[in-house]
């Protein structure tokens, strides 16, 4: 175990968007120096932090001297090449470990990280090639799941990389998307809603747990998350208790995101894992204002070796993305509601899809009478 | 009245210590890009922004380039030289405004603002010159008051610029001390504590106040503010309403500090105005943790032109400085309460009686069921 940093010392951050810029405002909060690596040369996270390096994580040498100048490694998003991040860790530590990372990277092996943890996870087949999806899909209805998912084994994110199959008429335009890739086939699971917990573990294995969150999506990109999430005391217990279980599997240091979705009848009565995120989380953002130590600042004191936070909230929250064009309306977006916090993440280009901020409103559990004039 | 800046626009700060860091980080929150002028090289300031300006303020050409790129330009304290900002007002809006940064940088020019506002302040006599001491000590004395306080009119922070005088027997020292400097002679007010006020002022005259604070100050120095202050409603509402005289009155864009004495027998009676600080404040930093919105991003957004945030809190605060060899604790500091928020500031060098970093103990009012799993 290496050493923990002094205040002074720099956290080098790989990827440059906004979860990079909030670890890095999350950094300086705390003394440390925050450095970022990113390709794109109008990263988010560059405005915020000192002498930044542009350069792809392919080019060994740039990561090498970055490396060298810092006291320690972690990264903002799970598609940073395994590769670069083991070039790293025989100079510097590297958190979340990247045994994480490789598991969130490809899906199968996250399926794989859930059976040997005995998690609960959707059904699903291996589909190694597009030949093996018809056997894969008759396989799963046999097991009496209609309609499924095929999930390319990589780079998913945001609903991308994924196929809904409703019946084998949909097959042949399925194994062309697909192509040579390799994939997994996943019975869909009929949620009543999407969950997420949010945790920190230190490097001396101390873990706290944020509540889990409530999700919205639209067209496959997270529009909203709330706390509280309507989960019952018992799911809430079980959700920490899975999210433990990985993290120490892993021997994880770092915040993770963990997605489950809650089933039932009218009422969730059980959960299902459906993803794992080896970094701090979209839906996690509400910490930054309804936590006195958001997961961003948990994050950075982990990877530093630095004792955690409380995870506790102060209020009920609800944090709305700001996606595309919607990002345009920040003065309304103010101008209606005082309590409201807003965040815009520095990018000077609109694109549809393209997270542009976010905003998050409190209800506090019980206010202090006003302190308007 | 100048547009307001859209988001991606640029905020000068003039001063690039932790206020000037600060203001900074709330600056990127909002999508704001932040650009630091300050004559020290290790700027605090300069870890969190881009291109930053290291150059004395007296170098004009530089001032000048510097304001050409930026939207708007702010200040993180009162001894930038009112010349120098008078120069970037030909280019670009300057707030708050120059008139009021000329008010807190001369101490006679402050009482005269206190006076024309008919606000309390302590009895006073102007001192021109060291000859003029003892007329003005006798005169005070015949006053009833017997405890003096001469205070040069320029530079005067943390307890600097300033010389207790018990009896005539001091007044040949004070006259040394002085030299060829004017400044006020004022009576010593006989208080039970120091309160201050923030409040921040947007350019459209809306404003909002944060509750006042009970500030404790140790050798001259801010040691520790909390909320609530035991003032009474009725002295928070005569706060209120002076802190809103005085920011009308130099038609005032941002955040303001308001520094009272309040007086009184077992229990504060009335409350007398002891200075003014044109910028965020120290016993201001309470906001970051138990306000949505700090006085930090108000001062953003009331410069911007954006509508200010609510000064309401969720929680009692206790904010307390890192003064010197202090913050070497902070490990300590740290693990000791995990609801604990810690701000480093990222200077390099200790020295007594420099301002290291500060941390702030919340208890909310009213705490959500734990989420510690």
Request: net charge negative; glycine share 8%; proline share 4%.
């Given at each position: 175990m290496s050493e923990r940093l002094a205040p002074g010392a720099t956290v080098g951050i790989l990827g440059g968007g906004q979860l990079g810029r909030m670890l890095a405002m999350a950094a300086a909060k705390l003394g440390l120096r925050a450095r970022v690596f990113a390709p794109e040369a109008d990263?988010?996270?560059?405005?915020?932090?000192?002498?930044?390096v542009c350069a792809p994580f392919e080019d060994i040498a740039a990561l090498r001297r970055f490396a060298e100048?810092?006291?320690v490694i972690t990264y903002e998003f799970e598609n940073v090449p395994a590769h670069s991040l083991a070039v790293i860790e025989e100079l510097r530590p590297v958190f979340p470990p990247r045994r994480a990372l490789v598991s969130a990277q490809d899906r199968l092996?996250?399926?794989?990280?859930l059976q040997a943890c005995r998690l609960p996870h959707a059904d699903f087949e291996f589909v190694a090639e597009a030949a093996a999806l018809e056997p894969a899909f008759t396989a799963l209805r046999g097991r009496g799941h209609a309609t499924a998912y095929l999930k390319k084994l990589r780079h998913g994110y945001d609903g991308k990389g994924q196929l809904r199959l409703e019946g084998s008429q949909d097959i042949a335009a399925a194994q062309d998307w697909?192509?040579?890739?390799a994939a997994i086939l996943e019975a869909a699971v009929p949620f009543l809603f999407e969950s997420?917990?949010?945790a920190a573990r230190a490097r001396d294995g101390d873990?706290?747990?944020y509540e889990p969150a409530r999700n919205t999506h639209t067209h496959g990109i997270l529009s909203e998350s709330r706390v509280p999430s309507g989960l019952p005391e018992r799911l809430i217990a079980d959700a920490f208790a899975m999210t433990r279980a990985i993290m120490e599997r892993l021997?994880?240091?770092?915040?993770?995101?963990?997605?489950?979705?809650?089933?039932g009848g009218d009422k969730p009565d059980s959960l299902v894992i459906n993803e794992i995120a080896p970094r701090v989380h979209n839906s996690g953002h509400w910490t930054l204002e309804a936590c006195t130590v958001s997961q961003f600042?948990?994050?950075?004191r982990a990877v530093a070796g630095w004792p955690l936070g409380s995870a506790e909230r102060h209020a009920d929250a609800r944090m709305v993305n700001l996606i595309g064009e919607e990002a345009d309306a920040w003065a309304d977006i103010l101008a209606q509601a005082p309590h409201r916090s807003l965040h815009l993440y520095g990018k000077a280009e609109t694109r549809p899809g393209r997270k542009m901020g976010h905003y998050c409103d409190l209800t506090p559990l019980n206010r202090a009478p006003s302190a308007e004039s």
């Open positions: 990263s988010p996270a560059f405005q915020v932090s000192e002498k930044p100048q810092c006291g092996a996250e399926r794989r990280l697909l192509g040579r890739e997420s917990v949010i873990i706290v747990c021997d994880y240091v770092g915040v993770i995101g963990v997605e489950m979705f809650a089933i600042e948990n994050h950075i």
